[in-house]
């Protein structure tokens, strides 16, 4: 029960410090929020429903209501280059590898919906799960431009680095 409530005190003071600090502060707001939801079969209730990933090409899937991960467990973010393009790739914490690990293990053949919140709220990628992903490394495609996507690696770091600040 302590460990929850340190982590809820750590979460709802970097939230805090991130609304101050935006509102007052000089600099533009930086932070970016991410989850990441498990595609679901859709059963009728309301634990579940659809979502539509893409802009130019979209698609709809279904997914739980509840994400299994959040920016909270990504300890490092980068743009990296890729054939054709770029990707986003996220370095998750010993908590969220181990959660990643164990959702693709479970979940083969299903998709992860990952959605950002960097100023407009979007529905970035929905990568098939083909492997159990054991190092906590997950690359996928935005749907974004390169400028939005370095600016969404921005705010992760800067919620990874004001985590790692208040959890010495």
């Not at 939801?37 to 009728?44: H, K, L, Q, R, T």
């Not at 590898?97 to 083969?108: C, G, I, M, P, S």
């Not at 799960?129 to 906590?136: E, H, L, P």
Request: net charge positive; hydrophobic share 40%.
């Amino acid at each position: 029960m302590k460990n929850r409530l340190a982590r809820f005190n750590t979460y709802l003071a970097v939230t805090l410090t991130l609304v101050v600090g935006c509102q007052f502060g000089s600099k533009k707001k930086e932070a970016t929020q991410m989850r990441l939801f498990i595609e679901a079969n859709p059963d009728g209730t309301d634990r579940n429903g659809p979502v539509t990933i893409g802009r130019t090409d979209p698609f709809i899937i279904n997914v739980e209501n509840q994400s299994f991960l959040d920016e909270g467990s990504i300890a490092k973010a980068w743009v990296v280059d890729a054939l054709g393009g770029f990707q986003i790739m996220l370095q998750f914490d010993r908590r969220g590898t181990w959660l990643l690990e164990q959702y693709t293990v479970a979940n083969r053949g299903r998709r992860i919906a990952i959605v950002a919140h960097f100023g407009p709220k979007r529905w970035l990628a929905a990568p098939v799960i083909t492997n159990r992903i054991s190092d906590g490394l997950l690359v996928f495609t935005p749907d974004a431009t390169r400028e939005e996507a370095e600016r969404i690696v921005r705010g992760l770091n800067k919620v990874a680095e004001t985590l790692q600040k208040n959890n010495p």
